[in-house]
């Protein structure tokens, strides 16, 4: 089991920043991908961006490309997103997931062992 916690959301202004972090416990870390979903009221489970397990590779869903970062820390086992230039439509619920796989990247929500309780992001215009 991996039990993984996300932090960092809240209320910021368009072209503002946020800095998501997900902490994970249980399992070794550093053997799991890492992803970052959202989720809008009344919409599906969306990607947003994943991470190997070392950290060498990165991918991101084009609506978030140049202006979102994943980023990992296998000493601190926790997995981070920074998001830049915010938009109203970036408005989510923002969850972490990991993954145990050769594969890589995946992208869909139904790949993924093990979620987080996710983080309120609100951006207003």
């Known amino acids: 089991q991996v039990q993984l916690v996300e932090s960092g959301g809240g209320l910021v202004q368009a072209g503002g920043s946020l800095r998501l972090s997900c902490a994970a416990s249980?399992?070794?870390?550093?053997?799991?991908?890492m992803a970052w979903f959202r989720q809008a009221p009344g919409k599906e489970r969306q990607f947003v961006a994943a991470?190997?397990?070392?950290?060498?590779?990165?991918y991101y869903a084009d609506s978030v490309k140049g202006r979102f970062t994943i980023s990992r820390d296998n000493a601190k086992n926790t997995v981070y997103l920074q998001m830049n230039i915010l938009k109203p439509e970036d408005t989510a619920v923002y969850y972490c997931?990991?993954?145990?796989?050769?594969?890589?990247?995946?992208?869909?929500?139904?790949?993924?062992?093990?979620w987080g309780q996710g983080t309120q992001v609100t951006v207003s215009s």
């Open positions: 991470i190997r397990e070392s950290g060498s590779t990165t």
């Open positions: 249980g399992r070794t870390f550093s053997d799991y991908a």
């Open positions: 997931a990991g993954r145990r796989s050769i594969a890589f990247p995946a992208i869909s929500p139904r790949t993924y062992d093990y």
